[in-house]
């Protein structure tokens, strides 16, 4: 199992554009199909940039093309999409919407 880690998702801009060209295209499919993490992390965790890294959760794993990016250690960001929404579960806590931020994460190189 990979290290403890904390998932947050959220838009991007490439997501957007892909986004208005439709969910089963290329270009959002290549937009939500990544993880970004701390550059620091993926070296610790041998995570090569552009390489392939399984994260999971207690809702489910996905792998996903790793990114170095400016976040601090111990977090990891997926754009919201397909790939995400296997990571965060359907536990809405009476709110009617999953949590999409503070998820506990393991990564690895897959």
């Given at each position: 199992m990979g290290e403890p880690?904390?998932?947050?998702?959220?838009?991007?801009?490439?997501q957007a554009i892909g986004m208005h060209k439709g969910k089963t295209s290329p270009e959002y499919r290549q937009a939500t199909a990544r993880v970004e993490m701390n550059a620091d992390d993926m070296a610790h965790?041998?995570?090569?940039?552009g390489g392939i890294v399984r994260l999971r959760t207690a809702a489910g794993e996905v792998d996903l093309s790793a990114q170095a990016g400016t976040l601090?250690?111990?977090l990891v960001f997926v754009p919201l999409g397909a790939s995400a929404n296997l990571l965060v579960g359907t536990e809405t806590q009476g709110t009617g919407m999953p949590s999409f931020k503070g998820v506990p994460v393991t990564a690895e190189p897959a």
């Open positions: 880690l904390t998932l947050i998702t959220g838009r991007t801009r490439e965790l041998g995570i090569q940039e601090p250690r111990g």
